[in-house]
Nanobody
Framework: QVQLVESGGGLVQPGGSLRLSCAAS????????MGWYRQAPGQQRELVAH???????NYADSVKDRFTISRDNAKNTMYLQMNSLKPEDTAVYYC?????????WGQGTQVTVSS
């Protein structure tokens, strides 16, 4: 079955950086567009970055020019490099298939941006 395991979150000061990783298994990773989603307290989950199976990328306006999504199909792994982090980036970050996502979600990784 689909398994998605996110890691790399943590507490960082404003302006700092983090790199998230997503280990995928249970499906043919290389044939799907994938995305990073986030959910802040009291808010709906939103797609912030996605990458096609061939590597084309797209970003939400709120993270454009600060976040970089990438993937390694040989390792069934996806990454999110987050730079110039802001307090409003605080959320639980999840990886999943690009919309529509799989019904199964990982546990997510908490990112907290605070001084």
């Amino acid at each position: 079955q689909v398994q998605l395991v996110e890691s790399g979150g943590g507490l960082v000061q404003p302006g700092g950086s983090l790199r998230l990783s997503c280990a995928a298994s249970g499906f043919i990773f290389r044939i799907y567009g994938m995305g990073w989603y986030r959910q802040a307290p009291g808010q709906q989950r939103e797609l912030v970055a996605h990458i096609t199976k061939t590597g084309s990328t797209n970003y939400a306006d709120s993270v454009k020019d600060r976040f970089t999504i990438s993937r390694d199909n040989a390792k069934n792994t996806m990454y999110l490099q987050m730079n110039s982090l802001k307090p409003e980036d605080t959320a639980v970050y999840y990886c999943n298939k690009e919309r529509p996502p799989f019904s199964s979600w990982g546990q997510g990784t908490q990112v907290t941006v605070s001084s």
